[in-house]
Nanobody, 125 residues
Framework: QVQLVESGGGLMQAGGSLTLSCTGS????????MGWFRQAPGKEREFVAA????????YYADSVKGRFTISRDNAKNTVFLQMNRLKPEDTAVYYC??????????????????WGQGTQVTVSS
């Protein structure tokens, strides 16, 4: 069982930066691939980025590639999402999620078993 808590969301002007954090409890955190997803009003939850358990494999959605960076610190049971050059279309609730597996074999929502409560990111133009 992994419990996840996100933090770091807020209101930012376009072009600015934010860093989201997700801290997990449970001894299996370091063995879990982790992902960030987001959900805008009226839209389905979508994949943003994922990182394997030891950080050796990383994937990004095309919409954030080159602007967002995912990383993790297993000693602190924390995964980060550094978001640069934010755009109004990045406005969404951001969720971190954990897989039961150490590898990233899917970017689909149903491939992740544990979810945080979400943190709101709002980007104004």
């Amino acid at each position: 069982q992994v419990q996840l808590v996100e933090s770091g969301g807020g209101l930012m002007q376009a072009g600015g930066s934010l860093t989201l954090s997700c801290t997990g409890s449970g001894r299996t955190f370091s063995m879990s691939a982790m992902g960030w997803f987001r959900q805008a009003p009226g839209k389905e939850r979508e994949f943003v980025a994922a990182i394997s358990s030891l950080g050796g494999t990383i994937y990004y959605a095309d919409s954030v590639k080159g602007r967002f960076t995912i990383s993790r610190d297993n000693a602190k049971n924390t995964v980060f999402l550094q978001m640069n050059r934010l755009k109004p279309e990045d406005t969404a609730v951001y969720y971190c999620a954990a897989r039961r597996s150490s590898i990233i074999s899917t970017m689909e929502v149903d491939g992740y078993s544990y979810w945080g409560q979400g943190t709101q990111v709002t980007v104004s133009s």
